[in-house]
């Protein structure tokens, strides 16, 4: 696994991750380099999904948002004006790609929409924001790495 | 012939049963029909026969009646027809001989009778047959019936429709929950019942989108494949029309049609807001003929859809403070979250490259930041209600992973009123072991009791102190929040832990709050399988939770391994 890469999905990390601009959720990603995990980015479904298509076999972990812009890929679907889009494409990662775990970290703290998405089998995490700081996000990971590798 | 007042309540079917059989026996007539007018369709339905037959409506006998109701339909009077005369304008195709040889019926008289109490049915045609020897029968005699009728079927139809409204505000009030999709199903259901339908349907409007999404659904489920032709489009016409339709759809999965009655869903103003839809799923395939739904059952539906017009009101306000508080936790949330990473990031750094500050200012921002959460916390199970907010119990340490930490979320509060942490005081937590609770959700109940004890102190700041006891029992322990404040009035015990309920010395004294905080604290005690009550009203005013050290039902978060 620490070989693997972890693809992280949240429209709010935007395209200037690495640049003063970046915004708060960069921290996450800083927190994880740190750790020496390599980390892919994926600001929406529709790159999610790219990546995924392109290299799946090098992911190790994703880790998600639940509230995105429904992009291309869910256009169609009941999205609720994005409030489910993580739901959907956690629906088809554990499809597609049932071997790649997935921890979720969302602003959402609605009990249906949080309950949905831990239903599916490669869910292994959920946090909530608010209560994960970027280093105890870092530190989950690491756990379950751990856990993986023992 | 005297008014049937004893057919009340009843639907325009069985006040016509009654009616026509009574009918039968005075007048001598062998054969009575009744017929309804739907405009929508453009048509006239036979709605009832009673008397002589021979098997079904003899096709040529119910062809020749119903050329003779439009016939009076259109002139508005009494229009007679007699063996081997033609019906005025309709010519050959009307002759009597088509009223059938085997009933031997002499002659045909069509009565008007005018319903005025629903607007959308407009007439019923009162076909009379009669016998022999009773064919010179009076018009006045014959506008007697159609009046009596008339009387009968607007009397019964005001009768139920009053009797539904009052019933469905039973059926509201008795709903356990009170929940939208509950009162739905509820509505829905007495439809069902009483519209006799095989499925109803309750659409509400999507929030900031003129779309509907499916409230309830209750009967029979809809069939594979049937529901996507036609209703949807209809649905979303009554709708956006604001006006009832009744209509038979396309079934692609039969060939058929399937009937369906579609009324929108007001509120008080009378804008439609959604759309309530009664179904009947017809198999063309068994060759059974479709139970069309009527202009009364538009308004038995009506009447169901005014008396609910006031709780769909009370949906929509709860609907958007929903929408508001959602709205607003999220965009608190952002700022929050981003607060918390930037701290901690700066926090790291500062270590890093061994930075010392005169005071512990990221200890402060800390506590800010932990308050911001916790509020934000409250501000989602007020939203979500704490019924419904996610529980996630472990074993956790009262005195160090609540206790300490609420009173120091606390510390801000009690600055602010020139009060000191040390001023709340505990004891008792020496020997108390772990306790499975969800530590998120107690620490608002703490915060909540220890931030009532310091808003509605009433005295001088130095004689302010809480304190908090644990005792323990057999099956876990009660822990006491004692103050010395302003206290709960007598007879007020159980009204202060109702939501948007306050002491009424609190008010007097007009101090700030919602009356939240105590309604929300029972109920996440209770989600917990505890209590919380009053136990003193005053002097010292004691609140006391009492928890079990494990939850009545196990719960997976609190296995052995952490104790």
Redesign the interface.
Known sequence: MRAKAILFIDD?LGADQDTPDAS??S??L?ALRERGFQVMVATGADSALQQLADNSENMGLIVLDI?MPPGKAFANDDTR?GLRTGVLLAEHIAQAYPDIPMMVLT?I???DE?KEIESQKNVVRTLF???C???ELAQEVQDFVGSQDA | MAPLLGLRSRTTRQVCEGFLKELISKSGCRRVSVWSVDPVRSRIDCLLVKGEHRGAFEPDVRECCHRLAAEALARREITRIKRSVAAPGEGAALKVAALGEDLDLESAVSVPVVNTSNINQVLLLLNLLPGEGTHLLRDEQLNQWADALAFNVETSLHERCTRLAKRLSIVLGGVRGRGPRKLFDALAGLALKEVNCDTVLVFLEER?QNELRLESSVGKTIPSGRDAIGLPATVNQVYKNNREVLTDYADSTTSGVSPALVVPLRDLSGRARGAICCVNWVDASKGTPPDLFTYDEVAVVDALVEAFASQLEILLAEQHRHDAFQLL??EL??P???F???L??LH?ECNVKRYEFQYNHFDELSIYGDLM?GL??RL?IIR?GPD???FAPRFTNLLTSIIAPTKRFLRPLLRQRFMHPDQIVHGGFEDLPKLCIDP?LMTQVVFNLLENAIKYHGGEPATFRVDIRVTRSVSGCEISFRDYGIGVPRGEEERIFLPGERGSNVRTQRLGGEGMGLWLARELVRRHGGELRLAHNSGPTEFVITLRQYLKYHHPGCVESHL
């Open positions: 709010e708060y959720m921290y996450y800083q509230m004006g602003n703290p609605d009990p949080r924001k608010p209560y700081t970027p280093f | 900031f936790g999220h949330r952002v929050m979250v981003a918390r990473a930037v901690e990031r790291a959460r934000l916390e989602d979500v419904r907010v996610s998120a």
